[in-house]
């Protein structure tokens, strides 16, 4: 490995670092909105007559929280700021950018501190409280566990999907 490329790859590790430090320490990526699956029509039963389909439970906005966070993870950065508001988005390529790690976008975002979170072994155990839950708008508490860092999140449902619309940090490690 030349000497520029081992430059190269020190730089990506600690940039990664850094902005694993100012995710963790405020707020945390956004997540993607999922794509409904069409459902399959009702199949007619022996006697002819629709049988009806099973009525899908919504899922709750702990779930959504997770499918977001599980997404950011991965990464699958489009899913994952689908999940996020546009204003959620610039507020965190703001704090990104002060702590000068500017980023272009979102997806940009999401992939950097997916790739952050694996370098420094950090994993996505979470605690949830759900403080307040409607059928279109929650609160949540959430502590990662492994960092102790902990906030509010505030979720609005948009169809099947819950969709972040802020985070903040009150406590942490």
Known sequence: MSASSLVIRVSRSVAAIALAAV?????APAASEATPSPS???APSASGTPTPEPT???VGAEQGFRTWLEL???PDAPAACALMTPALIEK???EVAASGMPMSSCEEMIALTAEAYRATGTDAEVSIAVQEETATAATLFVTYVSSGKCGTVVMERAG???IL???SEVCGA
């Open 56 to 58: 899908v439970e919504p």
């Open 23 to 27: 995710v963790l320490s405020g707020c």
């Open 160 to 162: 099947d999907d819950w």
């Open 40 to 42: 399959a029509p009702a």
């Open 72 to 74: 950011s993870r991965i």
């Open 92 to 94: 965190m390529l703001a």
């Open 165 to 167: 619309t802020e985070q």
